[in-house]
């Protein structure tokens, strides 16, 4: 959390249109928000700022989300840094795959939206918590 005392979400997505609806509904729940259109762009971000959680889609172009979870978790290592999965994919194994990739959970698009802040409040309070 930096100085606003605000948790700042990274949200990795190429679609515009679910960035500007996932920005406004983590703002809307009282988060600081920054964007990112692809992984590379995601890295570089987190390189000037480590967020505290990452909610990333997992087709991006540059660089796959799974691929972009496990560069993000080995840089923030060894803090615990929570990395949320999307995808408009819907087999089995892309689930295994987040979760292979360490992701913290794994969620289908559209998402439920109120479930999907209920486990970004979980994710960053587990963080916090000693």
């Given amino acids: 959390m930096a100085g606003s005392g605000k948790a700042l979400i990274l949200v990795v997505d190429d679609m515009p249109e679910m960035l500007a609806i996932l920005t406004h509904r983590l703002e809307e729940a009282g988060y600081e928000v920054q964007c990112a259109k692809d992984g ?6 987190a390189e000037v700022r480590m967020p505290d959680l990452v909610i990333s889609d997992v087709l991006l172009p540059s660089l796959v989300g799974w691929e972009l979870c496990l560069r993000l978790k080995e ?4 803090n615990q840094l929570p990395v949320i999965m999307l995808t408009g994919k819907l087999t089995p194994n892309d689930e295994v795959r987040s979760y292979e990739s360490y992701a913290d959970d794994h969620f289908t698009k559209p998402p439920d939206y109120p479930t999907l802040l209920a486990a970004v409040a979980r994710h960053l309070s587990t963080r916090s918590a000693p």
């Fill in 75 to 78: 840089r923030a290592f060894p």
């Fill in 40 to 45: 590379l762009e995601a890295l570089g971000r």
